[in-house]
C-alpha cells in the first residue's frame, strides 16, 4: 500500500511489539500515559500491538486486553490518525478490531511518504528467511484456508491452541539460543530487494526487539524499533519519531527515538 501523509501530519510516532496481554500490566501503562501525552498527528502500530490474538469475537470479553486496548486507542484517534499493521503474534486481527480501535489498517508492507521521504514500513518477520522453518510456518498460517478453519473453531478451543503455539515458539527460540547457531536477523539482500522495489531509502521495522539503526548499503538503511517491555529488568517503552523540519531546514525528515517512560510528565 502507498500511505501518503496528509498535510497536517508534522510529526508521525512508529512503534511495535508491545505484546500486550493483561489489562493494567505495567506496558499497558506505558501505553495508555504515551497516548496521552504523544503532540503527534499519526500513530502507526508496525505489528505485535497484542501478545496473541485469535479473533475479533474476543471483543465479547469487556475486560479483556482486546476491549481495554481499543478504548484506549479509539481515545486517542479522537485527534490523531491510527494505524494497526499485523505482526506475527497478532495476524488474525480484522476489521471488528480496526473498527474498535478507531484504527485503518496498515497492510505488510506499506510505503509511507512522508517529508519528501518514502519509508518503507514492514514487520519484520517475512525478511528472516535464514529462519526457514517459521518461513514455512508462516505461509501456513497466513492462508485463507488455514485462517478460516482456525477462525471457524469456537475460542475457548482457538485459546488452547494459541498457548500451544506459544509454548512450541518458545522451546524454539530456547533450543535456538542454546544451540551455536547465529541469531536470525533480517535478510539484508531481501531488504534492499524491497526498498528498490519500493523506490525507498529506509526501511522501518519491529520483530526482532534489536533496536539499531542499520546502514545496509551507502544510500540506504533499516530503522529496528524496540519492543516495549515495562517488567523486564531494564523496562522499556519507545518510540520513533518522524517529524518534518521547517520548509527551509537542510534535512526535511528528523528521525529520533523516544523513551515513554522515565522522562517528564
Ligand atoms: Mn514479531
Redesign the pocket.
Known sequence: MQLHAPAHWRTVDCI??LHLDIPGSATYGALEHYLAQSPAQALLVL??LFEVWIGDDALGDAQGIGTCVARLLANAARRMDVFIMC???DFLMGPQLLQACGARALPDPTVLHFGCQRLLLT???AQCLADTDYQQFRSTVRSPAWQNDFLAKPLPERQVLAQAMRAQSEANKAMQKSSAQPWIDLDTDACLQDLHTHGAQHMIH??THQPAEHALDGRHSRWVLSDWDMQATAPRAEVLRLALGKPDSASPLHMERLSVVGGPD
Open positions: 511495535s511489539d505489528g505485535d505482526g506475527n503474534r514487520h519484520g518477520d519491529g520483530h
